[in-house]
């Protein structure tokens, strides 16, 4: 109903147009009696229409897509800046704690004011080829289980934003999680698993620490960039970074 009645709108406006163009050539014409001039005028307007339609879609269509495209790309900063906030940061504390993070890593990623955008993409193809090892001895997978299943809710609610879909590494990483959520609700025991399943678990928790590290410096790239003060913030609270302190001496 209401697309037949906007096209009626549309119909009744293109029909008061094209009735009122008529109506000033004929005055045209009534006053100046020329309708070689009117002819002249008119094929020139219906010849230049290709090309003026050909600028509009060149240009203000791009501009329009440009500017959507931004006000997207901000939409989705905003959400993957409250993952981080509401869960990601703490997730990335668990895996540090879990994992074997050597002194390497943390001298890589103790990023600071100082940082150009090339610094973080070169800690970011670092972190790519960085073998990440789950020590058996320091992992609490309940503890792991149980701060995922904390966080349930608001996990669904992000899976369930459409902004996202225009993100796909940032989808990655969620489906990542939830993967491994899954796995570790689906276990009924987590004190005496096999090797093998241990294992499983490892590459599951590997493939999310890598995806979080990878979001976590692209977006700390855009905070550095337009928001200085919560870059400062992140700064303070580095989990790399052992003597970062979020009070400001």
């Not at 100046?32 to 090309?51: C, N, Q, S, V």
């Amino acid at each position: 109903m209401e697309t037949a009645r906007r096209s009626g709108w549309l119909f009744l406006l293109g029909a008061a147009l094209l009735l009122l163009s008529a109506i000033l050539y004929f005055i045209h014409y009534l006053i100046f009696r020329d309708p070689h001039h009117i002819y002249i005028y008119l094929l020139g307007d219906l010849a230049f229409m290709p090309i003026e339609v050909l600028l509009l879609t060149l240009i203000v269509d791009r501009m329009l897509g440009a500017r959507e495209k931004r006000a997207t790309m901000e939409k989705m900063n905003m959400v993957i800046g409250a993952f981080f906030s509401e869960m990601g940061l703490e997730l990335l504390n668990h895996l540090i704690r879990s994992g074997s993070c050597p002194a390497e890593m943390a001298a890589r990623l103790k990023f600071s004011a100082a940082w150009s955008d090339a610094d973080f993409r070169k800690a970011a193809d670092w972190v790519k080829g960085f073998d990440y090892v789950l020590d058996r001895e320091r992992t609490d997978l309940y503890e792991l289980r149980s701060f995922l299943n904390s966080r349930r809710d608001f996990f669904l609610r992000m899976l369930e934003n459409p902004t996202l879909l225009e993100h796909d590494t940032f989808t990655d990483l969620l489906w990542a999680v939830d993967h491994l959520s899954e796995e570790l609700l689906f276990r009924k025991g987590l004190d005496d698993i096999s090797d093998p399943d241990f294992a499983h678990l490892e590459g599951d928790v590997r493939r999310v620490f890598h995806l979080l590290i990878f979001e976590w410096l692209h977006y700390l790239v855009h905070l550095k960039n337009n928001y200085p003060y919560l870059f400062s913030l992140a700064v303070r609270t580095n989990p790399f970074d052992e003597e970062a302190c979020v009070e400001i001496a």
